[in-house]
């Protein structure tokens, strides 16, 4: 029994390590990864699990299925492309150890009552804290906390992250999670905490100077009113345009907010445009299983390291064929929260995916990629509840048999 309970306290200690650095990227998270991997697959060996495995993964025989043919389409693309001057292959390897044996992890053990869905969420909101934090000692000191990374409000915040973009969704994340908590019944203090750090959040969103993040942000805090119209109240409406109108004062009177939004309006979108025509091009050349992973740095625009547009890196990459199993793959997601009801995922899922409309990488992306296998966790984790449902009716159906 005590045994039992060290594992599931190291595990748990393993992976509060692994959520608090993606953000960071270092050779912590490096080796956080690995030790989760190891650690899963030494249990299974110890505990001759294989049996539960094998049910586990039937459970979740869609997703295996839509896995293998995505690492098959990034596979063909390689093999028919010259990628040996690229990380292709190493990319392609990253996909399974990196992101599928976690997301598998992670769904092995929360069905062994290893940890909570609520102690994950506890795991994630430090994470983003300290982020934000860092965020706020920034913009005073000039440089972040950890890695003495230079940034302010006027040239934009970037935490102890590589960039602007990738700090902009981590914060932007914060933002979104913290409004989804405030918005549940819970006491007055709570609620108050909960409120300092959505302000935290925020302002560190907005000297983000990530405009995609800004977008997703509003698009998202829009379809929330709409799935709650019914809900709003006039203090929530008063509230609303008090928020709003605040906003549009600092966006009006605070130069770099101000600067940002003039050249989005004057047609400035830091040569996306460019990029997406280009990133098009090359599909065209290419269009059915694309030029290979990472093949950016060879045919790319020079001093940009990407399309800045997930879909486009997806056509150019592994072609239209690897687009349509992602697509695919899309479909079930929505179908499997439209199954569950549970539309604070779906708001999550929309920030993501317009966020990546603009930045991000689908193949390359440490931080996205990690974000996305935590919010595929939350997504399709009620299987296992549902099934412990289903053999708890089943238990007590015997034993009501037994009584009769």
Known sequence: MYKYIDIKYFFNILLFFWVIFIPFKNAFYQASTVVIGLFFVI??????????????????KDLVVIFILIIISMTMSNLLNDVSSTKAWRLEINYIYRYAFIFLSLVYFYSKNFFSRKILVIFILVSLSIQALDGVYQSIMLVDFFKEKQGSIFIGLTGATFQKNAFGLIVGVGTLLIFLLIDKKKSFYVNIFYSLLFLIF?????????????????VVFILYILFNVKKIRLVHLLSFIIFLTILSIMFYNIEPLYTRIELVLNGHYAYRFQLWE?????????????????????????????????TLEILIYVGSIGLFIYFVFLVLTLKEIYVNKDFNILLIWVYFVIDSQFDQSIFSGKIFLSSLVLLLFYTYIGRIDKECDIDMNKLNNKFAKIKV
């Open 43 to 60: 249990y299974l060996i110890v505990k001759k699990d294989f049996v539960y495995l094998k049910e586990l993964l039937f459970l979740y």
């Open 202 to 218: 925020l302002f560190c969103t907005l000297f983000s100077h990530s405009r995609a993040v800004w977008v997703a942000l509003s």
């Open 278 to 310: 280009h990133s098009l091009n090359l599909f065209n050349q290419k269009p059915f299983f694309g030029w290979g992973l990472d093949i950016w740095k060879i045919y790319g625009m020079k001093d940009h390291s990407g399309t800045h547009n997930v």
